[in-house]
Structures are given as C-alpha cells and as structure tokens.
C-alpha cells in the first residue's frame, strides 16, 4: 500500500526517498493522464504535494534539506491554486447543501461554476501544469539522495511530537476562541497528524486505521469550516451578489450556522484524539516501533 513503512525498508532514509519517488512518480502519471479530468487532475497532484509536505515533516528535525524543499514543493503546488480556489467553492456549495437542504443555493452555483469555468478560460492551466511538472522532476532527482542525520525512531520522534502537540494546542485556542484564522492553523496540525498516522500505520495496523479515519474526519469538519469561511469572504466582497442583498444575508446566516455545527463535532472529536501529551503517544508509538522492526 502506498504511502506507507515497510518492514523492507531497511532505514527511515530508504523509507523517505522510496515514499517520495512514489508519490512524484503518482503526480506525473496523473498530470500526464489524458482521460482524467483537468479540475481532477489539478486536485489529485496538489494533494500529492500536500503529502510530500507531510511526510518531510515528520523527519524535519533530522533532515537538513527541510526548509528549502518543504517551500519548493509550497511554491510549486501554489502554481495551481487559483484553478483549485473556485473549484473549491462549488464543492464547498454542494456540501452545504448536503447538510442543510439545497433551497437557494443553486444561483449561487451557478454563478460559481461560470466564475469557475472564466479562470480556466484566461488562464493558461495547461502551461501551469507543465511547470508544476517539471518541478516535480527536478523534485524527484533530488528526492533519491536525500539524506537524514538521525536513524530508526528517533529520526521522526521530534516531528510526531511537534505535530501533535500543535494540534492539542490549536484545539484548546479554537475552543477559547474560534476564529477563522486560530481554526485554520489547528487543521494544518491535524492534517499533519493524520498523515503522520498513515505514515506508521504497519506499526499497528487495525488501530492506526481506525485513528487515521478518526483524524480523517476531524480533518475534514476542520476543512469544511475553512472552505465554508473561504465562500463567506468572497460572498461577501460581491458587489452583485446572485439573488440580491437579502439572498446573500440570508446565505452567510447559514454559513455561520453550519461553522457553529462543524465547531462541536470537531472539538468533540478532538477531545479523545488529542486527551494525552504528545510525549505519551511518542513513547507508545516508539514500542511498536521497536518490536515491528524487531518482527
């Protein structure tokens, strides 16, 4: 399974360059996939850079290449964000529309997807995707010789604990104050974790999965609050809002309504996942370290 340890790996560098290379190696096929759809294709390969970022984090302290590489693969993924940022509000749309019902939201689609559809006719998304791709070349040459100073366990157990302990902090601060900003940074952590989680998940393999779907979700309420905050801003900015001034009133109403339910699941969730200190989970994660290695 990709994206993964493997008892073959015979070191955390050969596990970092292996996952790297099978990521990169993804992206391309993806970018070079005639039958796959251009929004797809650009959200398929920006997850992938998200994933690259995850797993570098996780070796951060140990590996010297961390910042310049974590900002290539930034600066090349933000090549693709403007396509993705409209995208994004349709989905955004449609999943406030799961939850609340669909009346009056679908001018506002509509709109979205003819906003949509305008950026990808004056931009040249095709030229962005061959720079991105050309990146991700010049990426994979120098992902075969990364290196790391540390080994074993201790070569990730700074970044685990990192991660998680911005993660339980960013739960406390958005419990105390929930803004827009404060809950977006807590999903940047908790995004980390759940890669982090997947990472190791041949540790442990039947609780990891069932951690990594319970990040997954928590993750994903985090985002949807994000993405819901995202679509309030730019509401908010039209000077023509589709239906008129009581449409958009009543719209960024529901908005707010549906962040306040995605707030209470989140930190309910939240609660268990992070109720224990980042060195406690460290150390249990560092014995089934051991004894997967030493199986």
Same mark, same amino acid.
């Given at each position: 399974?990709? &994206?993964?340890?493997k %008892?073959?790996?015979?070191?955390c560098?050969?596990?970092l360059?292996?996952? #790297?290379?099978e990521e990169? *190696?993804a992206?391309?096929a993806?970018?070079d996939?005639?039958?796959m759809? $251009? !929004?797809?294709?650009?959200?398929q390969?920006r ?6 970022r995850?797993l ?5 302290a140990s590996?010297?290449? &961390?910042a ?5 693969i930034r600066?090349?993924?933000r090549?693709?964000?403007g396509?993705?940022d409209f995208e994004g509000?349709v989905e955004t749309?449609d ?7 669909p009346?009056?939201?679908a001018p506002l ?7 949509? /559809? ?5 931009? /040249?998304?095709?030229a962005d995707l061959a720079?991105?791709?050309? /990146?991700?070349?010049?990426l994979r040459a120098r992902?075969?010789?990364w @290196? ?5 366990f201790k070569?990730m157990?700074p ?5 998680f302990?911005?993660a339980r =902090?960013?739960?406390r601060l958005?419990?105390e104050t929930?803004?827009?900003a404060?809950? !977006? *940074?807590?999903?940047k952590a908790?995004? &980390?974790h759940? &890669?982090?989680t997947?990472?190791l998940?041949p540790l442990?393999p039947s609780p ?6 319970q990040?997954? =979700?928590l993750s994903?309420?985090?985002g949807? !609050? !994000?993405?819901?905050?995202?679509l309030d801003?730019w509401?908010?900015g039209? #000077?023509?809002p ?6 958009r009133?009543?719209?960024?109403t529901r908005i707010?309504a549906?962040?306040?339910v $995605?707030?209470?699941?989140a ?8 109720? @224990?200190?980042? =060195? /406690?989970l @460290? =150390?249990?994660w560092? %014995?089934?370290w ?6």
């Open positions: 399974m990709a &994206y993964r340890m %008892r073959s790996d015979e070191t560098e050969e596990a360059r292996r996952i #790297a290379v990169i *190696d992206a391309l993806e970018i996939d005639t039958a759809d $251009l !929004h797809e294709k650009v959200h390969v997850k992938r850079a998200k994933r690259l995850g570098i984090r996780l070796v951060r590996f010297p290449d &961390y310049a590489e974590n900002a290539a600066d090349a993924a090549r693709l964000s396509l993705r509000m749309v999943k406030l529309a799961e939850a609340t019902g009346e009056g939201l689609r509509d709109h979205l997807i003819a906003v949509r /559809d305008g950026a990808v006719a004056g931009s /040249d998304v095709v720079a991105f791709r050309a /990146d991700l070349v010049a992902a075969e010789g @290196s790391l100073t540390e080994t074993g070569a157990r970044g685990l604990e990192k991660v302990a911005r =902090r960013d739960r958005a419990a929930p803004e827009t404060v809950i !977006h *940074d807590w999903r908790v995004k &980390y759940w &890669y982090h997947r990472l998940q442990d990891m999965d069932r951690r990594a779907e990040v997954r =979700r994903e309420f985090l949807d !609050h !994000h993405d819901l905050a995202v801003a509401l908010a039209l #000077a023509d589709p239906g008129g001034e009581a449409v009133t009543a719209l960024r707010a549906r962040q306040g $995605l707030e209470t699941e930190q309910a969730l939240a609660t268990r996942l992070f109720a @224990s200190p980042a =060195r /406690d @460290s =150390r249990r560092k %014995r089934l051991k004894a997967w290695r030493a199986a």
